[in-house]
């Protein structure tokens, strides 16, 4: 009996030996003492030697398709035959696993256990055990390996792995209020109800919130190094137009590099979302795991709180909770109605191009106006001197950058604290910036008009001379507190989410972009209190569809500054003085306006058509004089749905569709009476996007 057993073992071992064969033609060595002895040997190629280049032609390039072509067929076949051998390993792991219980149970029946021989068999038995243990593994991995090395997910390259992905899409947007903007919404131009463009519609298509992305992750034994990069071709190039070739610049959009801890530590830095951002979990650097609108809205939703700039930030992830803080890049939006004797400031320039910035201006207005009156000897038409009043003008050239870039003082700092208890996802974090700026007493609009003149009739100096002496440096702290939620209320099929930030001086944070900060009565800096907030309804029917709908606003607060101090000079009239001599007399300052929607601000232009402007002999793209009210608050609802026409290993498509109705309201300024209500303003967009869109996989 004992030796039916022996030989039964001896020739389990040797058909395990067969099986360490791998799908690629080398041999895997089996492990302990029945891996010696039964080992193949392994497996050796022949080396070729290269062969010198001949010169190209049409037939060598036949040759090449077609070896090319049976290199394919050769390539299936080895992967068909990978499968089958595969199976073949499988049915013989599984006889042999069968002979084996069928030992085992015959050595169990054996009576004498103390036998040596009986000892020795078991521990063959179990010897081989082992090594089928180790074989069926290693057959369950090639297996599994099959699907990826015949479609890889990612490109393997010098120990990283790179994955491209991003989409290619076609977008369309009418709205029946025209905003001269692309798919992406300009949320803090809406039209005024007076504007030219509140008459007419808008239809605009294209291909430019394609997308592009690419990641690269490394390895190594204390975590995960990664790079990523991502952009669309929403920039605007400085001859861009939509004539004939609709071309426009590629941009950035995601740059930063990674480095992951396996003990739960993160550090970012590049051009990431802020972390202002919701994220769907945790903090991630990701732009995948941020939790922003499902919109086809390339500016997303009113009220939607983000950045994407410059930051280094450091996070700590733990079971549940998650804690980061931030470094990132500071800018100031700046918006100030400045009475005549408001000083002026800087803050910052329209940027240099050697340092890279964009020091482009986009238009300058010419100013001219009556600034004083001269005597002038003249004869009349009887031949008698006489003294006659001479007009002065002065010209003033108003010019608007391109860009704004503020001279910062210090950058940005954000904190975060990221709680996932197993319901939803919730977050608290803050903002702190400083803005500062340099300040001119003498330098003032009544100054550069009017500085060192004499009235006529009074003979005394209507402004101070125009001077920079006296220049003094400001500062002031800006920021603001922020929270969000998201839960699932019917789990993978219905979500709620909110978000708000409230603070002075985040207007930025907020997707209109509204002002943040303002200027007050001597001058200086003040910020502005803004709030940003947004709720949101996320549903999955099925697996192809989705819903959603959103309401979200921005709001800036009013910051009116003016006082009886704050007066404007206006234009002199002439008149003589006690001598007869012609000169210019001016009349008592009035009150101006100064700040953030303040409520001496002239809206009278709200009230009615704006006339359009004239070019030489032209009009059609040039628009009138826009209301001047100064904007309170963009709100929009907004809803819409993706379908997933395929999603695959081939990839994915998407079609979807988007409503939304968009309001912007300015602030009430100065009234057409004394007593009289404000005057405001307001301007109501409706809104449908169409996509089409194919995903990489």
Request: charged residues 15%; contains cysteine.
């Amino acid at each position: 009996m004992a030796k039916h057993i022996w030989q039964l073992v001896a020739a389990m071992i040797l058909s395990c030996s067969c099986f360490a064969q791998t799908s690629a033609g080398q041999n895997t060595p089996l492990t302990g003492p029945v891996a010696k002895r039964f080992a193949a040997p392994p497996f050796s190629g022949r080396q070729h030697k290269a062969v010198p280049q001949p010169q190209v032609t049409k037939e060598d390039l036949d040759q090449l398709k077609q070896t090319i072509v049976e290199q394919n067929v050769q390539q299936q076949k080895r992967f068909d035959a990978m499968q089958q051998q595969n199976q073949r390993l499988a049915q013989q792991l599984q006889q042999t696993e069968d002979k084996l219980s069928s030992a085992e149970q015959e050595i169990k029946g054996l009576k004498s256990v103390q036998d040596p021989q009986i000892v020795k068999l078991q521990n063959a038995v179990a010897e081989v055990r082992s090594t089928l243990a180790v074989t069926s593994s290693f057959v369950k991995e090639e297996k599994a390996h099959l699907p990826e090395r015949d479609h890889p997910s990612s490109l393997h390259y010098k120990g990283v792995n790179i994955t491209p992905g991003g989409y290619v899409t076609g977008d369309t947007v009418y709205r029946t209020r025209a905003t001269g903007g692309d798919t992406p919404t300009a949320w803090s131009s809406l039209p005024y109800e007076g504007a030219d463009a509140y008459k007419l519609s808008e239809f605009h298509g294209g291909g430019r919130a394609s997308r592009l992305t690419v990641l690269i992750e490394g390895q190594t034994k204390w975590g995960t190094l990664r790079g990523y990069a991502e952009g669309d071709f929403l920039g605007v190039g400085a001859g861009s137009n939509n004539n004939q070739s609709n071309s426009y610049d590629f941009r950035q959009r995601v740059l930063y590099a990674e480095a992951k801890t396996n003990t739960g530590w993160t550090f970012a830095g590049g051009q990431l979302w802020s972390l202002a951002t919701e994220g769907k979990k945790g903090i991630s650097s990701a732009p995948v795991d941020n939790a922003g609108p499902l919109v086809i809205d390339s500016n997303n939703t009113a009220g939607f709180i983000w950045a994407r700039q410059y930051g280094f930030r450091v996070v700590k992830s733990m079971n549940k909770v998650a804690f980061g803080i931030s470094v990132e890049n500071p800018q100031l939006v700046y918006t100030a109605s400045m009475a005549g004797n408001t000083p002026y400031a800087v803050l910052g320039s329209s940027g240099n191009a050697s340092g890279s910035y964009n020091s482009a201006i986009s238009s300058c207005t010419p100013s001219t106006s009556i600034v004083n009156y001269t005597n002038e000897a003249d004869k009349d038409a009887n031949g008698i001197t006489v003294n006659v009043a001479v007009p002065v003008y002065k010209t003033v050239n108003s010019c608007s950058n391109v860009t704004n870039i503020s001279f910062n003082k210090a950058p940005d700092t954000l904190v975060k604290l990221a709680f996932d208890p197993g319901f939803g996802h919730y977050e608290v974090f803050g903002i702190a910036g400083i803005a500062h700026e340099t300040i001119y007493p003498g330098e003032t609009t009544d100054s550069n008009l009017y500085g060192g003149l004499t009235d006529s009739k009074t003979g005394q100096v209507v402004a101070p001379a125009l001077t920079t002496a006296g220049a003094i440096a400001n500062s002031i702290v800006t920021g603001g507190l922020g929270a969000s939620f998201r839960i699932p209320v019917i789990r993978n099929l219905l979500s709620f989410g909110a978000k708000g930030l409230v603070g002075p001086g985040v207007g930025r944070y907020g997707q209109a972009t509204l002002a943040d900060v303002t200027a007050n009565a001597w001058g200086g800096l003040s910020p502005i209190h803004n709030v940003s907030g947004m709720l949101s309804v996320e549903a999955t029917p099925n697996l192809r569809l989705t819903l959603y709908l959103y309401y979200g606003g921005d709001y800036a607060g009013r910051e009116d500054y003016a006082n009886a101090g704050t007066t404007s000079l206006g234009a002199p009239s002439a008149a003589q003085s006690t001598k007869g001599i012609w000169g210019g007399t001016w009349k008592a300052p009035t009150k101006a306006a100064v700040g953030y929607g303040s409520r001496q601000l002239n809206n009278s232009t709200c009230n009615s058509i704006s006339a359009p402007g004239y070019n030489g002999s032209s009009t059609g793209y040039y628009a009138g004089a826009s209301c001047g009210a100064q904007t309170r608050n963009v709100q929009e609802v907004t809803g819409g749905y993706w379908f997933d026409i395929y999603k695959g290993d081939r990839g994915r498509l998407r079609q979807g569709m988007q409503y939304g109705y968009g309001v912007r309201e300015g602030w009430s300024g100065a009234p057409l009476s004394i007593g009289g209500a404000g005057i405001g303003a307001k301007g109501i967009d409706n809104m449908v996007w169409t996509t089409f869109r194919y995903y990489l996989p």
